[in-house]
């Protein structure tokens, strides 16, 4: 059982990154579950709809809409599936991937800005010190 400092600890960090993540997903231009149909496929590469969709913890036929809006957009191809003829895969466009990295440098300027304007120079030295507690913690 961990200690109360650091269930705490826990807790506020939590809280934090919480904060963080839906402020700085506000700097999105498109809505935030295609951004993040197109990040899994840029993360993991050419998926079937309901492989995107477990991975989205969404149903599949909310995911086969939102691949039909992405297909539209032409963020998004669709090709066969090398194993299964009764499947298809969905991958990135180049228009997609394009896309996904300017929404990326969205957030990360909002970011960079934000620091810029809230920290010193020694609080930035501080924070850049707990990213990487924080990875290892992540990475357990």
């Not at 402020?23 to 590469?45: I, T, Y």
């Not at 299964?84 to 969905?90: F, Y």
Request: glycine residues 6%; hydrophobic residues 40%.
């Amino acid at each position: 059982m961990p200690l109360p400092e650091s269930a705490a600890i826990a807790a506020e960090l939590r809280t934090a990154m919480g904060k963080l993540t839906r402020r700085v997903k506000r700097e999105d231009q498109m809505p935030q579950g295609q951004v993040a149909v197109l990040g899994e496929l840029d993360r993991n590469g050419a998926m079937t709809t309901s492989e995107l969709a477990a991975a989205q913890r969404v149903r599949p036929q909310s995911m086969a809409r939102a691949v039909g809006l992405l297909m539209e957009q032409g963020l998004i191809t669709r090709r066969a599936h090398p194993t299964d003829g009764r499947k298809s895969l969905v991958e990135l466009s180049s228009a997609g991937r394009v896309l996904l990295e300017e929404e990326r440098e969205r957030r990360a300027d909002w970011l960079a800005r934000a620091i810029e304007a809230e920290l010193s120079e020694e609080e930035r030295e501080l924070l850049a010190r707990g990213i990487r507690l924080v990875e290892r913690v992540a990475s357990r």
